[in-house]
Nanobody
């Protein structure tokens, strides 16, 4: 079992930056692929970014490529999402997710464990 707790969401103006993090406990963190998804009200949860257990491989959604960066620190059991040049369309609840599958994929069904989500709001 894995417990995931996100933090760092909030309100930011267009063009600003925000970092969200996710602390994990339970199963061996260093063997988990990790991802970030986001969901707007009334819409499907969509893939944002993922990182392999070693950190050597990352996937980024085209919608945020060049603006968002995913990283992890296995010594702190934490994964991060750095968001720059934020746009109003980035407004959503951001969810951290963990996968036991390899390789990492941008597929929601691959992820076995989910956090409770953190709200990110970008004002125009």
């Amino acid at each position: 079992q894995v417990q995931l707790v996100e933090s760092g969401g909030g309100l930011v103006q267009t063009g600003g930056s925000l970092s969200v993090s996710c602390a994990a406990s339970g199963r061996t963190f260093s063997r988990l692929g990790l991802g970030w998804f986001r969901q707007e009200p009334g819409k499907e949860r969509e893939f944002v970014a993922a990182i392999s257990w070693s950190g050597s491989s990352t996937l980024i959604s085209p919608s945020v490529k060049g603006r968002f960066t995913i990283s992890r620190d296995n010594t702190k059991n934490t994964v991060y999402l750095q968001m720059n040049s934020l746009k109003p369309e980035d407004t959503a609840v951001y969810y951290c997710a963990a996968s036991t599958k390899f390789p990492i994929r941008p597929i929601r069904g691959d992820y076995d464990y989910w956090g409770q989500g953190t709200q990110v709001t970008v004002s125009s």
